[in-house]
């Protein structure tokens, strides 16, 4: 199973960007998906996670109503979508997935088994 993000970038604050993170090695349509971000010397820190039909989608409290998270089955690829970015969100962004089928993992990182290389992002202000 191989997890690439993709789509980071520098931008200033109140700006937007859209990662992406393409799956391979298995059905991608049979598992749900989150996304994660870390900043050096800090905990992984959950930011979003989307059902395998793509139904349900949590957030964190801190990028609600900013961030969305959505998923192309037949793409094989879930996107982040990042609005009003603030300088706070600067970090390296993980997509990840759990190894069970049909589901829905929660904010913790050890729910999650598979985990792309990660994609920076940096606000100024």
């Known amino acids: 199973v191989q997890l690439q993000a993709s789509g980071g970038g520098s931008v200033q604050a109140g700006g937007s960007l859209r990662l992406s993170c393409a799956t391979s090695?298995?059905?991608?349509?049979?598992?749900?998906m989150g996304w994660f971000r870390q900043v050096p010397g800090k905990e992984r820190e959950f930011v979003a996670a989307i059902s395998w039909t793509g139904g349900t989608t949590v957030y964190a409290d801190s990028v609600k109503g900013r961030f969305t998270i959505s998923r192309d089955n037949a793409k094989s690829t879930v996107y982040l979508l990042m609005n009003s970015l603030k300088p706070e969100d600067t970090a390296v962004y993980y997509c990840?997935?759990?190894?069970?089928?049909?589901?829905?993992?929660?904010?913790?990182?050890?729910?999650?088994?598979?985990w792309g290389q990660g994609t920076l992002v940096t606000v100024s202000s």
């Open positions: 090695g298995r059905t991608f349509d049979m598992y749900a």
């Open positions: 990840a997935s759990p190894r069970k089928v049909y589901s829905m993992p929660g904010a913790r990182t050890h729910e999650y088994d598979y």
